[in-house]
């Protein structure tokens, strides 16, 4: 069973069918192929080629809807199509042998107009009637596919009454992203790239200028809202905040809104507006822009961009820097020579029946007056007026209607089974869904451009990005492309609106430095503090709100970017400081080596042998290694190194002070132990000296081995230490400190054991006081080492280094100064001096001094008196008998020679 309707009110919608009435007959004639065209297969074409100021909300009766404004763009877009069926029919390799015919119908940029040629295009073929069927699998409508309409707005109007029969309908202007729901628009295919697309290649644009503050202010309808949304969802997954979300109102006066959006624009403080938006109402929004005097940078969608009626708005150069996204498509070429013919032809037909009626008389009879004209304009056009196809909105978008229809014919190619020649398969009965799965597989090549449809009917087609260049006219400058998620732009080819022509900033903050986190404020992320990293902490990635701690064994400065091994400074060689102390150590090695000589030259002579011999060469050999032994600090350290610093220090300083001990028993025993020196000097002098500095060396080696056992080799201490710096001072470890405090305090234990036995010694008369040299040689050396502990503990790693260096030096110069100059000023200014009589209790004992020791002292005494008398020197204290003969010597007379009155000191 089946039922069926007429569709009477089609007629006032049907351009050709009325052109046709007017003129009574005549197939031939090209304003009766302007909009209509018989074929084998018709295609359906929905274009704005009017537009509308009626209040639609107010109808309160469906009824026909004037459409008086003329829209060239629609019109010039219905042109593409009916240019791209001729070239087919006139090809013969596409549809050889069949041809295409067309019926264009205007929307009126209305869902309400476009509902009747859609219904139009639902009916069988052939005719005016739907059928109501069970069964649509066998059903032939009128269209075999429908091109348009322009608007998402209008295609979610019609897309699901298309979908029920699964008729082809191929948008060239439709970019919502529902439609690629098939479960809901199964049959939907378009040739120009989705919102989603769209918003993608606008995210990429912010992101490459290092915009994350941004407002989105679309139309309230299908377009806008979903362009707004698919916007935000990828901005915010692309760390962008948006400050503003805003809609112009669509189907109510709008100035109200925009001038809202405007101020809360301007509290934003954003710079870059985002406006998915139509074209009327981005006229509105403009002209409140300028008039507010806003300037800002505007990204524009693909709807408004190229519109002529908002680019050449007076002042609209006032507004800032335009870039706006639009289908990157070639020219079609021959299009705008075939429109100009077919209006120059158009011009001639209509001059030829304006004659027809001036030779009958009078005004035409309803007969010869066409019914009412759905395009009166179209009809009155000429030549001249072929520019409209040259407008940059028109060559911009002309290739998506032209591979629209020739998507269809290339799947009638491939179901018909088209050669060269001609078409194998006769189909009397086309059934659009047959011709919609023949339309998903299809692949072409149009124009240089390769063509295909995805699983959802979008196409490979990329976008173009565009910018306005101000002028006596506003101009589109090509900047750069989109497509598959490949942005390129020429970025200096952009004219930025701001004093500096430098590319404005448009942040919430201020991005942070290297080494910063940030800490969020408010509700946005993009609104934060800078807070600086630690030492021992990262800034992993820009984008992070907490700093990453290190690896085990790696470190990081403050602020820093990465962590890093640790680097390891030691004293070099050529710092000032190593300098100054080689040149000391070199310059007292020397003087050691002078005094070692001098010695060695008056080896056998009464002061070398009172100095104590070998024990003297032994103390200069003892200061030699130690002072040596600060190379060791010196220089990147090793194991080895390590192995050697402390104990060489320590065991040449316990070398020279322990040889200073035996010196100072000695003159203990010869001052303070008289009685026993005669009988035990001999031993004292010889074995019982050697086993006291035996003694010092054993214990200090204990000390030393001990010190040894218990340390960690250096690479070891490097390989197990707690990595809390970047770079530090690297030195032999003194670890363990106990053995470390027992090296210096055996030394120190000698020294102070030394310096106390001959601060209190007597001084023999008329003999070199030798006690003093001892006491103040190793008081030196005692004084250098107290004071160097508390300093050292108080001391960074390298001045630890330093301290201990400068300590064993100043040791060792105290030493040499207080023990050895004074006996090498009487070796080398005064040699008469360096006499037995002078050194005798230090070499032959207290005894051999008893018997001439009255007649020495007189005459010592004349021989002082004549000298002092030669010599102009006045005599003094002729009443105490008591005078200097050598002050510089250290040798004394006095006329009471009771050793008891003179002490070492």
Not at 515 to 531: A, E, I, N, P
Request: proline fraction near 5%; aromatic fraction near 10%.
């Amino acid at each position: 069973m089946s039922f069926s309707f007429g569709v009477g009110v089609l007629s006032c919608v049907l351009a050709a069918a009325c052109v046709l009435e007017a003129s009574g007959g005549g197939s031939g004639r090209i304003t009766e192929r302007l909009f209509n065209a018989p074929g084998d297969y018709i295609l359906g074409g929905l274009f704005p080629i009017h537009t509308t100021d009626m209040d639609l909300s107010k109808r309160v009766e469906p009824g026909t809807v004037t459409c008086e404004r003329f829209n060239s763009y629609g019109f010039a877009r219905a042109l593409v199509m009916k240019f791209a069926v001729e070239e087919i029919n006139n090809s013969s390799t596409l549809l050889p042998g069949t041809a295409l015919g067309y019926e264009l119908y205007d929307t009126c940029m209305q869902s309400v107009v476009v509902m009747e040629p859609a219904m139009l295009f639902l009916t069988q073929q052939r005719s005016q009637e739907i059928q109501v069927l069970c069964n649509y699998s066998e059903y032939s409508t009128r269209a075999a596919a429908i091109i348009g309409p322009a608007t998402s707005s209008m295609t979610a109007t019609i897309g699901k009454l298309f979908s029920f029969l699964l008729i082809p309908q191929i948008s060239y202007g439709a970019t919502s992203d529902k439609f690629s729901d098939k479960k809901q628009f199964p049959s939907f295919l378009r040739t120009v790239p989705s919102d989603k697309d769209q918003a993608m290649g606008m995210v990429g644009l912010v992101s490459g200028f290092q915009w994350n503050w941004i407002a989105v202010v679309g139309s309230d309808d299908e377009y806008g809202k979903q362009g707004l949304r698919q916007f935000s969802q990828l901005a915010s997954q692309a760390s962008l905040c948006v400050a503003y979300e805003g809609l112009i109102p669509v189907y109510s006066p709008p100035s109200e809104s925009i001038g809202e959006i405007l101020d809360r624009l301007q509290q934003a403080q954003v710079e870059v507006v985002v406006l998915f938006s139509s074209s009327t109402q981005a006229k509105a929004f403009f002209i409140e822009v300028i008039r507010r005097r806003m300037r800002k940078v505007w990204i524009g969608s693909t709807a408004w961009v190229l519109m002529e009626d908002v680019s050449s708005l007076p002042g609209i150069e006032t507004v800032g820097t335009v870039i706006g996204f639009n289908y990157h498509n070639p020219e079609v070429r021959g299009f705008e020579q075939y429109t100009r013919d077919l209006f120059t032809q158009l011009q001639s037909e209509q001059e030829q029946q304006r004659r027809r009626r001036r030779r009958r008389g009078g005004d035409p009879s309803p007969q010869d007056t066409p019914i009412p004209q759905t395009c009166p304009v179209c009809l009155s056009l000429t030549p001249e007026n072929a520019s409209m196809v040259t407008q940059p909105l028109v060559k911009h978008n002309a290739f998506s209607t032209y591979a629209a229809v020739y998507s269809v014919a290339h799947a009638l190619h491939s179901m018909l089974g088209c050669g060269t020649e001609q078409c194998s398969r006769n189909v009397t009965s086309l059934y659009p869904w047959q011709l919609l799965e023949e339309l998903k597989k299809v692949q072409f090549q149009l124009n240089s451009e390769d063509l295909k449809f995805d699983e959802n009917g979008n196409p490979n087609i990329g976008q173009g990005i565009l910018t306005w260049v101000w002028g006596a006219k506003t101009e589109y400058r090509e900047i750069g492309t989109y497509s598959k998620g490949q942005l390129s732009i020429e970025k200096e080819q952009i004219t930025w609106y701001t004093e500096n022509k430098q590319v404005p900033v448009s942040q919430c903050s201020q991005e942070c430095l290297d080494g910063q986190v940030r800490r969020v404020k408010g509700f946005h992320s993009c609104c934060f503090d800078c807070l600086d990293c630690q030492p021992g902490t990262f800034q992993n990635h820009t984008e992070d709100f907490q700093c990453t701690q290190c690896p085990a064994g790696l470190w990081s400065t403050s602020r820093s970017r990465h962590c890093s091994r640790p680097t390891f400074t030691f004293l070099d060689w050529g710092d000032y400081a190593s300098l100054g102390l080689l040149c000391v150590a070199c310059a007292l090695l020397l003087c050691v080596a002078c005094v070692a000589l001098l010695f060695l030259r008056h080896y056998h002579t009464p002061l070398v042998r009172a100095s104590g011999g070998p024990l003297s060469l032994l103390v200069l050999l003892g200061l030699a290694c130690s002072s040596c032994s600060v190379v060791l600090f010196l220089g990147s350290p090793g194991d080895l190194v390590c192995l050697l610093q402390q104990p060489l220090s320590a065991l040449s300083s316990a070398l020279t002070i322990s040889a200073l001990l035996a010196v100072s028993l000695q003159v203990i025993c010869v001052t303070d132990f008289p009685q026993l020196s005669a009988s035990r000097l001999g031993w004292v002098r010889g074995l019982g000296s050697w086993l006291v500095v035996a003694m010092g060396i054993s214990l200090q080696g204990g000390a030393c081995a001990w010190f040894i056992l218990n340390s960690r080799p250096l690479s070891q201490h490097v390989a197990q230490m707690e990595v809390s710096f970047s770079s530090t001072f690297l030195r032999c470890q003194t670890e363990p400190m106990d053995g470390f405090g027992l090296m210096l305090g055996c030394n120190g234990l000698l020294s102070l054991v030394s310096f106390m036995g001959t601060f209190m010694a007597q001084k023999p008369p008329k003999q070199y006081n030798m006690a003093r040299d001892v006491t103040f040689s190793t008081l030196a050396h005692c004084v250098v080492w107290v004071v160097f502990i508390p300093i050292y503990t108080g001391l960074s790693e390298q001045g630890k280094s330093l301290a201990q260096m400068v300590a064993i030096l100043l040791g060792n110069i105290g030493i040499v100064a207080n023990y050895f100059l004074l006996k090498c000023h009487l070796l080398l200014t005064q040699p008469d001096l360096n006499t037995l009589e002078h050194f005798q209790i230090y070499i032959e004992g207290p005894a051999a001094r008893a018997q001439p020791e009255e007649e020495g002292v007189v005459k010592e005494g004349q021989e002082g008196v004549k000298e002092g008398e030669k010599e102009g020197l006045k005599e003094g204290e002729k009443e105490g008998g008591e005078y200097n003969l050598l002050s510089k010597g250290g040798f004394h007379s006095q006329k009471n020679s009771d050793p008891s009155r003179s002490q070492g000191g």
